[in-house]
């Protein structure tokens, strides 16, 4: 008996969320090169390396690859079903999983064409990958009830299967490794099961060197740079959590809010950590060692969901990949070009009526992670129309007053501070009900 588990290829939206740019106090503008519309309209992964950014999309059966503008390079078709994707250390092959047709494609990435195809067996519907020791592993249906984690000796002239002798996965397991430590496997239930293992695979077999039931329904994980530890992304919570690699033991917490979805880390160990329902925000960005986001990140406007493992960093660092999934049903690609920049919070407080015909002050306070120039103001307007700027002072504080026309009974005051060399535009709205 078969069981096709095909998943939809779009995130399933746990909650409704409502963004708006500058509808909010607090609210620092995303900083994308816009958003491109992707010829596909399903997606599982997104991967980049230092000249394309790959899309998977399962109900396309095709793997899309732009360059890091966003412009389509080329549409892989014909890849059934295809999910997980995983790279080669010199970024010559892209392996891609094809559970509809039980097999790994395996992609040349200066042709962008399919070289070959490597059978994983029969109903064995492979999902999740990643390269440890010298072989490519995925997770895999190993029976009606339980899932495994299979391997393939890709050095050899004709590569040779393994599938698992023992499977203890009840569902295919997210799969994920580093070259900090290059014979390590993470493996950790996808669905609703708990379980996380570290295998040894050195040997070119899995040996478990620690293992943890503290954690499972994995949407997304990424192991850190210097093979240390696994950072995870859990859809049931309202954080990301990382974990030491040795023993599993919690290590940090990112409290980025709900529903975790989505994580990578670059070269350097700053993590973007992805949510599906954050309200204001769909990423937060962490320096190395640290657990407070001296980034937010937006995406572009329209109502969208980031996508499951739908961030990715460019080699290079100075480029994050989003993903997003609009009301519109379409594939959003954003790219944030100014990823290192600090994020610009500005919080307003006004009266929420005032008397008409007699001035309204409005206070805020601007603040950030990173120091902001000596000399500073924010710009404001009027719906619309300009004020005078506000000089900020050293402890962040600004005030402004106005008297709006008497037929203006509910202005709305905009604040917003240009941006500099360090920090990225930030701005934020408050209204005024003005009462006769």
């Given at each position: 008996?078969r069981i096709?588990?095909r998943a939809a290829g779009?995130?399933?939206?746990l909650a ?7 509808g909010?106090p607090?609210?620092a ?5 816009g958003?491109?519309?992707?010829p596909?309209r399903?997606?599982?992964q997104?991967l980049?390396d230092?000249?394309h ?8 059966d ?10 389509v ?7 059934d ?11 010559s ?6 559970p509809d ?12 064409a399919?070289?070959?195809r490597?059978?994983?067996g029969?109903?064995?519907e492979?999902?999740?990958l990643?390269?440890a020791?010298d072989r490519l592993?995925?997770g895999y ?7 495994g984690?299979g391997?393939i000796a890709?050095?050899?002239a004709?590569?040779?299967v ?13 799969l ?6 290059p014979?390590?496997?993470v493996?950790?239930e996808?669905?609703s099961a708990?379980g996380m293992r570290v295998?040894?695979?050195g040997s070119g077999?899995?040996?478990?060197t ?5 954690l499972?329904?994995?949407e997304d994980?990424v ?7 696994v ?5 049931s919570?309202?954080?990301?959590q ?17 529903y975790?979805?989505s994580?990578?880390v670059d ?5 973007a950590?992805?949510i599906?329902?954050?309200?204001q925000w ?7 060692g640290?657990?407070t ?5 937006a995406?572009?406007?329209?109502y969208a ?18 993903t ?7 594939v959003?690609?954003?790219?944030v ?20 015909g007699t001035?309204?002050?409005?206070t805020?306070?601007l ?5 902001f120039p ?8 009027r ?6 700027d506000?000089k900020?002072?050293r402890d ?6 106005d008297t709006?026309?008497d037929?203006?009974?509910y202005p709305?005051y ?7 060399a360090?920090h990225?535009l ?11």
């Amino acid at each position: 008996m078969r069981i096709r588990r095909r998943a939809a290829g779009v995130a399933l939206v746990l909650a409704a969320a409502s963004f708006n740019l500058l509808g909010a106090p607090g609210t620092a503008a995303a900083q994308t090169r816009g958003g491109t519309v992707l010829p596909v309209r399903s997606h599982w992964q997104t991967l980049a390396d230092s000249r394309h950014v790959y899309v998977s999309a399962p109900e396309d059966d095709a793997v899309l690859a732009t360059d890091h503008d966003g412009q389509v390079v080329k549409k892989v078709e014909g890849l059934d079903g295809a999910r997980g994707m995983a790279e080669s250390a010199d970024e010559s092959t892209l392996y891609v999983a094809l559970p509809d047709a039980d097999a790994i494609s395996v992609i040349d990435t200066t042709t962008l064409a399919e070289t070959r195809r490597i059978s994983t067996g029969a109903d064995t519907e492979p999902e999740s990958l990643a390269l440890a020791g010298d072989r490519l592993f995925f997770g895999y249906q190993a029976t009606i009830f339980d899932a495994g984690i299979g391997s393939i000796a890709i050095a050899e002239a004709t590569p040779t299967v393994r599938l698992d002798d023992n499977p203890v996965w009840y569902f295919k397991p997210r799969l994920a490794s580093s070259p900090g430590a290059p014979d390590r496997l993470v493996a950790a239930e996808s669905q609703s099961a708990q379980g996380m293992r570290v295998y040894d695979v050195g040997s070119g077999t899995l040996r478990e060197t620690a293992y943890s039931d503290a954690l499972g329904a994995v949407e997304d994980m990424v192991v850190t740079p210097d093979g240390s530890s696994v950072i995870t992304a859990i859809g049931s919570n309202y954080y990301h959590q990382r974990w030491r690699l040795s023993d599993l033991t919690q290590e940090a917490q990112y409290d980025t809010g709900p529903y975790p979805n989505s994580v990578a880390v670059d070269s350097h160990g700053t993590v973007a950590a992805g949510i599906v329902a954050g309200g204001q925000w769909d990423a937060y960005v962490y320096r190395p060692g640290e657990t407070t986001a001296y980034r937010t990140v937006a995406l572009s406007p329209g109502y969208a969901d980031l996508l499951d493992r739908g961030v990715a960093w460019a080699p290079d660092d100075n480029r994050l990949f989003t993903t997003r999934f609009p009301y519109s049903h379409e594939v959003v690609l954003d790219i944030v070009t100014d990823v290192a920049k600090a994020s610009s919070t500005i919080n307003l407080s006004a009266p929420p009526t005032n008397p008409v015909g007699t001035p309204v002050t409005v206070t805020g306070k601007l603040t950030s992670l990173a120091p902001f120039p000596e000399h500073r103001a924010v710009t404001v307007t009027r719906d619309g129309v300009e004020l005078p700027d506000a000089k900020v002072g050293r402890d962040g504080t600004f005030s402004f007053s106005d008297t709006p026309p008497d037929w203006n009974t509910y202005p709305q005051y905009t604040v917003t501070y240009a941006g500099d060399a360090r920090h990225v535009l930030g701005t934020a709205t408050v209204m005024v009900e003005f009462v006769g």
